[in-house]
């Protein structure tokens, strides 16, 4: 699997971190640009994060380290550029969107579960993401160890890493960003 592959430097233009334009203001970006969290008091349904990547023509990986859940629902994911959140700012409801929810346990699309039973955490826990945008377009979740079954991307797609929080004290932080060959 990837262990065997070589890894490669990322290029400035391959970094990812959260992105100011494109993540609701109620948010909260840390100043080295990794972590994104729900700090201030305000009611919504779901506040959502697009990172700075626009991931193609190579495979790729990084971990979404959820740091706090906060007893509610939280999306961690990609989407195919333009971006679709589908209702709410909810990452699995669009299409060409996929999300691990951390509450339910699944990866969900277009509000519907593709991969379910896996992994739950109710405080913390760690989405590992392995994109393959070279040959095969396919991504695989690792959810606490967990590798769910790849789902099959849009041949020549490109790819937004993102995430969308529901509760105030909720914490995601990008970890471990390489792009590998």
């Not at 195919?80 to 699995?92: A, Q």
């Not at 990866?107 to 826990?125: D, K």
């Amino acid at each position: 699997m990837i262990s065997c592959i070589e890894q490669q430097t990322v290029t400035k233009e391959e970094t990812m971190k959260w992105d100011n334009e494109n993540t609701q203001s109620y948010l909260t970006i840390s100043d080295d640009g990794l972590t994104v969290s729900w700090d201030k008091d305000f009611e919504a349904a779901w506040l959502s994060s697009q990172t700075t990547a626009r991931l193609k023509d190579d495979i790729f990986k990084w971990d979404f380290n959820v740091q706090a859940i906060a007893d509610r629902q939280i999306g961690v994911g990609i989407m195919t550029e333009p971006p679709n959140w589908g209702f709410y700012g909810y990452l699995g409801a669009g299409k060409g969107a996929w999300s691990y929810d951390a509450y339910q346990g699944a990866i969900v699309t277009e509000t519907r579960a593709v991969h379910s039973n896996l992994p739950n955490f109710s405080e913390n826990g760690v989405v590992s993401v392995v994109l393959d945008l070279k040959e095969n377009y396919t991504c695989t979740f690792v959810v606490n160890g967990q590798e769910t079954p790849s789902i099959n991307l849009p041949e020549g797609c490109t790819i937004i890493p993102a995430a969308c929080l529901l509760k105030k004290g909720q914490k995601v932080r990008i970890e471990n960003f390489e792009k590998v060959r």
